[in-house]
Nanobody, 114 residues
Framework: QVQLVESGGGLVQPGGSLRLSCAGF????????TDWYRQAPGNKRELVAQMTRAGATNYADSVKGRFTVSRDNPKNTVYLLMTNLKPEDTAVYYC????????WGQGTQVTVSS
């Protein structure tokens, strides 16, 4: 059974950094594209970053230059490194896999506040 578990969120001051993790279970993460989304209260879910099977990455304009997606194949985990965080980055962050369209994990809360 496919499962994704996000972790690494928390409270951070503006300008700070966090690294989110997306661990895959029941399948090989690197065999499929992985996307990172976020949803702030009252807003729609927003695609912020993607990593293809080949390892190519794409970013939303709002996070380009600040967020970096990486993958650790032995750990079957994809990471989202977020730097220079801003209050508008506050949201619940989710990862998804093309292995299981429509599947959403529990997400991890990121709060950027002084």
């Amino acid at each position: 059974q496919v499962q994704l578990v996000e972790s690494g969120g928390g409270l951070v001051q503006p300008g700070g950094s966090l690294r989110l993790s997306c661990a895959g279970f029941g399948f090989t993460l690197s065999s499929f594209a992985t996307d990172w989304y976020r949803q702030a209260p009252g807003n729609k879910r927003e695609l912020v970053a993607q990593m293809t099977r080949a390892g190519a990455t794409n970013y939303a304009d709002s996070v380009k230059g600040r967020f970096t997606v990486s993958r650790d194949n032995p750990k079957n985990t994809v990471y989202l490194l977020m730097t220079n965080l801003k209050p508008e980055d506050t949201a619940v962050y989710y990862c998804t896999t093309e292995r299981a369209p429509g599947y959403w994990g529990q997400g991890t809360q990121v709060t950027v506040s002084s």
